[in-house]
């Protein structure tokens, strides 16, 4: 480039408001630093995914198997026994947590009937035990587990079961 050609005026003084626009090339640090950065963001880019085998899924998935391991989820059908200590325990949480809801005598009120032949979210015990758990949000029954704890469900879920033989596991899920 000639040294003339390095500082002509490009000629958009009309469209900016006077101001005087050179035609200058850019800086060569300017330029080795922009091309540096390219080269970094390539080679990140490659080991990050490819070679280290690191993404946002699989931290995501790290972390969902850290949390199993450290808070595991249990299977509490099989603490629901029907016990006369159980069911007896249960009646007692029941009534004075569910009766307002479910009725003195579980045919329902507010809440659906828990002694009929169909069941919403099924009547085995362990679908029992996971609704009273985490409760059903759109229909209105809050989460009991972390009020109640595992215990008072399972003895909650055993006198709901003790109540009659279509609240047991022959219940049909409905819809």
Known sequence: MSKQSLNQVLGHADEADGIEEYDNPLPNWWLGLFYCCIAWAVGY????HPIAK??????????MAD????WPQSTMAAAVE???????????IFQSN?????GADLHGGIGPNL???VWIHGGKPEEIVHTITTGV????MPTWGPILGPQKIAQV???????????????????
Do not use: M
Not at 54 to 63: G, I, K, T, W
Not at 82 to 92: D, H, K, S, V
């Open 98 to 102: 569910c009766k307002p809801c479910h």
């Open 115 to 117: 002694v009929d032949t």
């Open 157 to 175: 879920a055993a006198y709901i079961l003790s109540k009659g033989a279509a609240a047991g596991p022959a219940a049909s899920k409905g819809n």
């Open 137 to 140: 949000a759109a229909k209105g």
């Open 54 to 63: 690191r993404s946002e899924a699989l931290a995501f998935q790290q972390e």
């Open 82 to 92: 029907l016990t006369p200590a159980n069911i007896a325990a249960g009646e007692q």
């Open 67 to 70: 949390a199993q391991k450290r």
């Open 45 to 48: 880019t490659l080991w990050y």
